[in-house]
């Protein structure tokens, strides 16, 4: 999607801990999944040229960020990690989360907590759920994983050559390992160059906000930084936990696309409120505001100082 290079706000830096200052801008899964980039080296690596493919599993989430040119240009998150289902040292079962029962019913295993669970089936559970997050990455979805899967928008940005820093969280579970070694398996297989990485790195976080002026649809409110939702469908469960991740309230105001235009919903009222740029297709990070007149799409850049 177009973005008007001379409406562009930034460069805007973060303060401590990627806290955004002087911007309204909600830290969510997106933000933090560009974090994890900065963090890793993956944005600087992007300097030269490449795509970088950042990927890190966490407890109970992966987060990726795609990114190009020194830029972050894409998140998202999948709520699969170390956590989705947990297994002692000894081969016990010691937590099964909602995503973790999908995976057992995929393989057709009757387990709950505190059931022994042999090596190999902990192997096979592990290249699912690592098999899985490959192909929710590169936009294939197996009929048996819910789309609930994803926290965020799902990727766009995503192309071939492409090359992928894979790392987990600083104390990984038993799982967090397999799962990696899982991923990297299936990313080499697929022929794609796969690097391990930490995240240490303590940069400063850019942003770097442009804009692009929309077609308003009606009457205009005026609107600070309501961000723009992606659903696959309407499907209330999962509006459900995309405004639990985004730290949003019922009330409050988001927008949401429709076949041909933007809804904004503010409570109980949903209306039109500018037109849909392109098919819709877009990636993360993306809100929208107006003074009373006029509607802007706004897109957060985010890179290095």
Request: proline share 4%; aromatic share 4%.
């Amino acid at each position: 999607m177009a973005t008007d290079q001379a409406n562009s706000r930034g460069p805007r830096k973060a303060g401590d801990n990627g806290q955004v200052r002087d911007l309204p801008i909600p830290v969510n899964e997106n933000l933090l999944s560009a974090w994890n980039a900065v963090a890793t080296s993956a944005v600087t690596q992007s300097r030269s040229g490449e795509l970088i493919c950042n990927v890190v599993v966490g407890d109970d989430i992966t987060r990726i960020a795609i990114c190009s040119g020194g830029f972050v240009i894409d998140t998202a998150a999948f709520a699969l990690g170390g956590q989705t289902l947990q297994v002692g040292d000894t081969g016990t079962m010691t937590e099964i989360s909602e995503s973790g029962e999908t995976f057992l019913d995929a393989v057709a295993k009757k387990i709950k907590r505190g059931d022994h669970v042999e090596e190999e089936l902990i192997d096979t559970l592990s290249n699912l759920i690592g098999e899985t997050i490959v192909n929710l990455l590169v936009r294939k979805r197996p009929p048996q994983i819910s789309m609930r899967l994803l926290d965020t928008e799902p990727l766009v940005s995503f192309h071939t050559p492409c090359k992928f820093l894979l790392s987990s969280v600083a104390t990984p579970s038993r799982m967090s390992r397999l799962i990696v070694e899982s991923i990297k398996d299936s990313i080499e297989e697929r022929d794609f160059v796969c690097r391990s990485a930490k995240c240490v790195k303590d940069d400063q976080l850019v942003l770097e906000i442009h804009s692009a002026k929309l077609a308003a649809v009606g009457a205009p409110t005026i609107l600070d930084m309501v961000p723009v939702l992606w659903l696959g469908s309407n499907n209330q469960t999962q509006l459900d936990e995309r405004l639990r991740r985004y730290s949003l309230s019922k009330s409050s105001p988001y927008v949401v696309l429709g076949e041909r235009e933007m809804i904004l919903h503010e409570g109980a009222d949903n209306r039109p409120i500018a037109q849909l740029i392109g098919d819709g297709s877009f990636a993360s990070n993306w809100y929208l505001r107006s003074d009373g007149n006029e509607v802007e799409l706004v897109k957060i850049m985010i890179a290095t100082a």
